[in-house]
């Protein structure tokens, strides 16, 4: 089955600076990867998606970028602010008709004020 | 759009006891439900997949008389925790697919079960 293997597990960032958290996934089949991120003892929220045929995606200050060949994306947050701090997972699935999703291991962002 | 309610948010019970877990989406009609497990600072693990009307598939390894889904309408899964003991102690989230429109699983808020 997949396996998406996701770093920093821990990352600090002083307000204002920009983060960045890798993952890379196992199975070249995965064609859809969304972002969450989950504030302690709530939901997981999706805040951004990608999909195999873009390599790279913008909303606001959150991107994300694809690189198939490699088999990784990643996330980035620029203009960190307090409120980004939380747990954010990366995930991916094989899209419609298999939309089951394999999680990483999820990465710590702490925003340093 | 797209929300997903959980009930209860928290529950504790006794060993041995069982526990039923709803899943509703509000305001879309869910043909797929998933069920997550997540153990404190740890991701989701995923338990089983639910589809209306038919039977939950479950994961490797997860016991599915002991973790019964019932997926009975297009906005109900029910998730029920039997014979629990302490081990079963955990955060169980579920989340909902609209249909054929969409792949994006949008979550409920969580139950988080105590097992004395």
């Known amino acids: 089955g997949e396996n998406v293997e996701q770093h920093p597990s821990t990352l600090s960032v002083q307000e204002g600076d920009s983060a960045v958290i890798k993952c890379t996934y196992s199975?070249?089949?995965?064609?859809?990867f969304p972002w969450y991120k989950q504030e302690l003892g709530k939901r997981p929220q999706l805040i951004i998606d990608?999909?195999?045929?873009?390599g790279e995606k913008k909303d606001q200050r959150i991107a994300v970028t694809l690189n198939k060949t490699a088999k990784h994306f990643s996330l980035h947050i620029t203009e960190t602010q307090p409120e980004d701090s939380a747990v954010y997972f990366c995930?991916?699935?094989f899209g419609f008709g298999n939309e089951k999703l394999t999680f990483g291991t999820g990465t710590r962002l702490t925003i340093i004020p | 759009g797209a929300v997903v309610s959980q009930h209860p948010s928290w529950v504790i019970c006794k060993s041995g006891t069982s526990v039923k877990i709803e899943c509703r989406s509000l305001d879309f009609q869910a043909t797929t439900m998933f069920w997550y497990r997540q153990f404190p600072k740890q991701s989701l693990m995923l338990m089983a997949t639910s589809n209306e009307g038919s039977k939950a598939t479950y994961e490797q390894g997860v016991e599915k008389d002991k973790f019964l889904i019932n997926h009975a309408s297009l906005t109900l899964s029910t998730l029920t925790v039997t014979s629990a003991h302490p081990e079963d102690s955990s955060f169980y989230i579920c989340?909902?697919?609209?249909?054929?429109?969409?792949?994006?699983?949008?979550f409920g808020p969580g139950t988080r079960l105590t097992v004395l």
């Open positions: 990608i999909r195999s045929n873009v």
């Open positions: 199975d070249s089949a995965s064609n859809y």
């Open positions: 995930a991916a699935s």
């Open positions: 989340s909902a697919m609209g249909g054929r429109a969409t792949d994006t699983q949008y």
